[in-house]
């Protein structure tokens, strides 16, 4: 109990920040196969996984990371999430080769139809996240280092439109080719997927300004033992 009083915030959020990630991570590739229409917009209907809804989100926790502590702990938070979908998926293809009692609301087959594809999913989705992530966290530090710091949107949304295409477009081809996505609609998938993620990252701007100005406001403050000082700029 000493040792967690003793972490200072930037410790606890650091740790917060990663943990928040690895679950978006987790319920993003357990999700994937439910397709939704999203109408967030008066003139266009996003037609789109509803495991992609909360992707540009993920993007930003790293960004967060990488902005306050260092492109070694931001990769590390991507690695920790990819090692907790290792978990679920041996986990959740364990609990599909289980047999379902006569008298279980979900019998063998409609837990297989739902998770079944679960371990093709981890596949092709760890590759275009891990690609796609290391992109955005070395692309957002370069932009911080070529601006000296300045331009917080620009480095934040830049860094995150690039990554995020990739990691759509890495994604949605390898599940096309694994057979899980139906290839006449591989296209209409992708540009709504992207289309989406791009508008969110676009709203998002102001939240992660808030986020940023809390986080050196109430926290960067505090000394801390564990990490070094996050160099503060304008924005």
């Known amino acids: 109990m000493s040792n967690l009083e003793n ?39 996003f037609i789109l996984s509803v495991g992609a809804i909360l992707y540009p989100v ?30 679920a998926a041996l986990i959740v293809t364990g609990m599909d080769h289980l047999q379902a009692t006569p008298w279980s609301t979900i019998d063998n087959n409609i837990f297989h139809s739902v998770f ?31 601006t000296q710091g300045r331009w917080l949107w620009l480095r934040n949304n830049g860094s995150t439109v690039v990554s995020l295409f990739v990691d759509t477009f890495a994604a949605i081809s390898l599940l096309t080719l694994l057979g899980v996505f139906p290839r ?9 997927s992207y289309s989406y993620k791009l508008f969110i990252t676009v709203c998002n701007t102001p939240l992660f300004y808030l ?10 403050p505090s000394k801390t033992p564990s990490f070094s000082e996050p160099q503060l700029h304008a924005v």
């Open 7 to 45: 972490m200072s915030a930037l410790d606890k959020t650091y740790i917060g920040l990663c943990a928040l990630f690895s679950v978006l991570m987790v319920i993003g590739n357990l999700t994937y196969r439910k397709f939704i229409y999203l109408p967030i917009l008066p003139f266009h209907t």
């Open 211 to 220: 986020l940023v100005g809390i986080i050196r406001k109430f926290i960067v």
């Open 58 to 87: 993920m993007f930003m926790l790293t960004d967060l990371i990488a902005e306050f502590f260092d492109k070694k702990r931001a990769n590390f938070c991507v690695r920790l999430a990819i090692a907790m979908n290792i978990v």
């Open 184 to 192: 006449e609609q591989m296209w209409l998938i992708m540009i709504n």
């Open 116 to 146: 079944g594809a679960y371990g093709l999913a981890f596949i092709a989705n760890m590759i275009a996240c891990y690609v796609a992530q290391r992109i955005d966290i070395n692309l957002y530090l370069w932009i911080k280092k070529a």
